[in-house]
């Protein structure tokens, strides 16, 4: 029996990577669950407090949590998804929302199912489960929900003679020709971005209330409006 693994976004339902898991077949029988996350400050500061919790009443249990970046963690899971050794992968990983569907729909031997576990998903916003729900069951369970935010150099926009009020409520048409008159004047770009990612433009379609598709499956961008 291939082992099979729990995708999981959200630190409070720990257990629930353990009842999913442990009956795997290539499970080692030491009573350790391996997890992947990234951001020490963040996702694995968190990990390791759900740990400790859950340890309190499983003693027995040891938590292992590995720094894995989430470029990473795609790039492992398509390579074991892909040979068919699960063995490389551990029992719960941490995945952005927009590689969950292609993942389950790609490479479906690499995940548990966990519709019938003791969780109760009506707690978690339905745009946030939707995620991880692959005809109708549920594969994941919801990690954050961050909200992405704007900071800028008020100090910079002074020089290009701006302030916040410019950047409020507007367009993003709007906001790339008031970005093309700050680099022009002050010789800064408005944002940066990471090269290979993808989370800018999903952002920015997110907060026109975009997406990147049709309701029908069909790509919306090349007339994507926003």
């Known amino acids: 029996m291939r082992k099979k693994i729990v995708a999981i976004l959200l630190i409070a339902t720990m257990a629930m990577g ?11 029988d030491d009573n ?35 720094e894995v970046g989430d470029v990473d963690v795609q790039s492992r899971l398509t390579t074991a998804g892909t ?14 929302d927009h590689a969950f569907q292609k993942n389950v729909l790609s490479y ?8 019938e576990k003791k969780i109760d998903f009506s707690e978690f916003a339905s745009g946030k489960t939707d995620f991880s729900v692959v005809d109708g069951k549920h594969y994941g369970v919801p990690f954050d929900n961050g909200a992405a935010i704007a900071c800028y150099r008020t100090d910079i926009l002074q020089e290009a003679g701006m302030t916040l009020e410019d950047f409020t409520d507007i367009t ?14 002050t010789g800064k770009p408005l944002l940066t971005t990471t090269a290979g990612e993808c989370d800018l433009l ?23 409006d926003t």
């Open 18 to 28: 353990i009842a999913a898991c442990g009956g795997s077949g290539d499970k080692k």
């Open 32 to 66: 350790t669950i391996t997890v992947w996350c990234w951001d020490k400050t963040f996702n694995i500061f968190a990990m390791e407090e759900a740990a400790k919790i859950y340890q309190e009443d499983h003693q027995d249990v040891k938590i292992d949590i590995v």
């Open 83 to 96: 040979s068919g050794d699960l063995s490389t992968l551990p029992d719960i990983f941490l995945m952005q």
């Open 108 to 115: 479906p031997d690499v995940f548990t199912e966990i519709s």
């Open 172 to 185: 993003w048409d709007e906001w790339v020709e008031k970005g093309k008159v700050v680099l022009e004047k």
């Open 202 to 224: 999903t952002m920015m379609l997110q907060s026109a209330g975009a997406s990147l598709f049709n309701e029908d499956g069909t790509t919306n961008i090349a007339k994507n």
